[in-house]
C-alpha cells in the first residue's frame, strides 16, 4: 500500500491548484455579487485551461484528451473544488458519456466538446421525477421515421452555456411482474432545434452563478441520428458512463473543506478573547481537530474509490460511501468554521457563509444521501439474497 502522489500527481495538483488562486479566486466576489460570470472571463478561463493542457481532464488521449486515472482526475477536481463553481464550470469536464458517440455524432459532439468548441449539459431531472429516474414523463414518440420530444426537465446545470444537451427521455413502457418499467433512451439535442427552449431556472443559495435551467420539449423532431447509444438503451449508457461522475461531487467537497479549513485555522489561531487566540480553547481546538480527521478521512475514502476504478474493481458501494460522507463532512466542516468565525462567519465580507451556503446542495444533486446510502445498503444486501 502507498499512499504518496507520484511526481506527475504532485505537479498536477499544483499546477490546478495555482490555476484556482490565480485565474478563479479573483473573480469570485463578482460573481458572488452579481449572480454573473461576465463571458470574457468565461472566456479566458476557458482558453487558458485549454493552453495549460487540462481542458476535458476526463477524456483518454485516443479523443484528444490528456488521458488522466482516475485517481490523478480526483486530484485535479480536489482542487477545482477550492474554486467558486460558476468559474470552474469554464475549465471544461465535458460529460464523459460522450465517449457513446458513434459515426457522426463523433465529429459533431464528442470532439468539438473535448476541444472546447462546444460546450455541453446533461438532462435527467424532471419537476416529477428526481430521485426516481423511471418515473420521467417527457417521452420521444416514433411519427413517420422521426422522434417526437414533449415534456420538460428542469434543474438542468450549465444549459444556460450549452451548445447541445444530453438528454434521457421515455420511449416505451415494458410490463414487468414489478409492476410497468419505463423504457429510457439518450438524445443529443442541438440549441436551436425547433421545439427545444432553454429557459431560465430557479435561483439557488448554492453556488451563485453557477445557473440552472429548465428545459422544454414542444414536439422537438429528432432523427435517429441524435440517439446516444442505443434506443431503449438510456440506462445502458447511464450505467456505463455516469455512475463515477458522483466520485467528482466527494472531491469537490473534500478541496473545498480544505479552503475552508485553512480559514478556520488561521482565524482561531488570530482571534484574541479573554486575552489568548480562541484557538487555545478546548471549545475550539477539538473542533479544529475533529474538522481536519474527518477531511482527512473523506479524502482517503474519496482516493481510495478512484484508485478501485483505475483496478477494475467494482466500486459502486465505494463511489456511493465517498460520496455521501465527503458531503456530509463538508456540511459539518463549513458549520464548524462558520461557528468559529463567530458573527463576522454569517457576514458576506467573509467567503465562510458562501462555502457554508454552497455546501448544501452537495448532499441533493448527483444523488441525494438518502439514494447513496440505498446503493450502498443494497450492494451489503444483496449477496445474501435480502
Ligand atoms: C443546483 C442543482 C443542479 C442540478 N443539476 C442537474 C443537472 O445538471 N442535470 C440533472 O439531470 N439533474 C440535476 N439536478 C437534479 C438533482 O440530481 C436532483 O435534485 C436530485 O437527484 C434529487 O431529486 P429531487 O430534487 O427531485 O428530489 P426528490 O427525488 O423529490 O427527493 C426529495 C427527498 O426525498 C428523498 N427520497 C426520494 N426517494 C427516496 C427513497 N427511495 N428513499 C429515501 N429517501 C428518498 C430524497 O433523498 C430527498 O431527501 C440538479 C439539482 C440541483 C439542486
Given at each position: 500500500m502507498h499512499f504518496g502522489l507520484t511526481d506527475e500527481q504532485e505537479m498536477i495538483v499544483s499546477t490546478v491548484r495555482s490555476f484556482v488562486e490565480n485565474e478563479i479566486y479573483p473573480h469570485e466576489t463578482l460573481v458572488e455579487r452579481t449572480g454573473e460570470v461576465p463571458a470574457e472571463i468565461a472566456q479566458e478561463i476557458k482558453q487558458k485551461c485549454i493552453d495549460l493542457g487540462f481542458?476535458?481532464?476526463?477524456?483518454?488521449?485516443?479523443?484528444?484528451?490528456?488521458?488522466?486515472s482516475h485517481v490523478d482526475f480526483a486530484l485535479v477536481e480536489r482542487e477545482l473544488g477550492r474554486g467558486s463553481m460558476a468559474l470552474t464550470h469554464f475549465f471544461g469536464r465535458p460529460q464523459n458519456i460522450l465517449m457513446a458517440c458513434k459515426g457522426d455524432q463523433i465529429d459533431k459532439y464528442l470532439m468539438p466538446a473535448v476541444r472546447g468548441e462546444k460546450m455541453d449539459a446533461l438532462a435527467m431531472t424532471e419537476p416529477d421525477a428526481g430521485s426516481d429516474v423511471?418515473?420521467?414523463?417527457c417521452t420521444a414518440t416514433r411519427e413517420g421515421g422521426d422522434w417526437v420530444i414533449n415534456g420538460s426537465k428542469h434543474f438542468i446545470s450549465g444549459a444556460e452555456h450549452a451548445d447541445f444537451v444530453i438528454v434521457f427521455v421515455a420511449t416505451g413502457v415494458d410490463e414487468t411482474p414489478r409492476g410497468p418499467k419505463k423504457r429510457i433512451t439518450c438524445f443529443l439535442v442541438d440549441r436551436g432545434t425547433p421545439g427545444f427552449e432553454i429557459a431560465r431556472g430557479y435561483n439557488s443559495?448554492?453556488?451563485?452563478?453557477y445557473k440552472n435551467s429548465i428545459l422544454y420539449f414542444d414536439n422537438c423532431r429528432l432523427s435517429d441520428a441524435q440517439v446516444l447509444g442505443d434506443v431503449d438503451g438510456g440506462f445502458d449508457v447511464m450505467n456505463e458512463w455516469l455512475y463515477a461522475t458522483r466520485i467528482t461531487v466527494a472531491t469537490n467537497s473534500v478541496g473545498r473543506a480544505r479552503r475552508v479549513f485553512d480559514h478556520a485555522l488561521s482565524y482561531a489561531a488570530e482571534r484574541k478573547q479573554f486575552g489568548q487566540p480562541?484557538?487555545?480553547f478546548q471549545g475550539v481546538s477539538f473542533q479544529i481537530a475533529d474538522m481536519i480527521t474527518e477531511i482527512d478521512a473523506a479524502d482517503l475514502l474519496t482516493l481510495s474509490a478512484a484508485w478501485r476504478l483505475d483496478q477494475g474493481l467494482p466500486a459502486n458501494r465505494e463511489i456511493a460511501s465517498a460520496k455521501v460522507y465527503a458531503s456530509e463532512m463538508l456540511a459539518r466542516v463549513t458549520d464548524r468554521a462558520l461557528q468559529i468565525h463567530g458573527g463576522m462567519g454569517l457576514m458576506d465580507e467573509l467567503p465562510i457563509e458562501r462555502f457554508w451556503r454552497d455546501a448544501r446542495v452537495e448532499r441533493i444533486w448527483d444523488g441525494t444521501s438518502e439514494i447513496q446510502r440505498h446503493i450502498i445498503s443494497r450492494d451489503l444486501f444483496r449477496p445474501l439474497g435480502a
Open positions: 481542458y476535458a481532464s476526463n477524456f483518454p488521449e485516443s479523443v484528444g484528451g490528456p488521458g488522466l423511471r418515473g420521467m414523463k443559495v448554492s453556488h451563485r452563478g480562541i484557538g487555545k
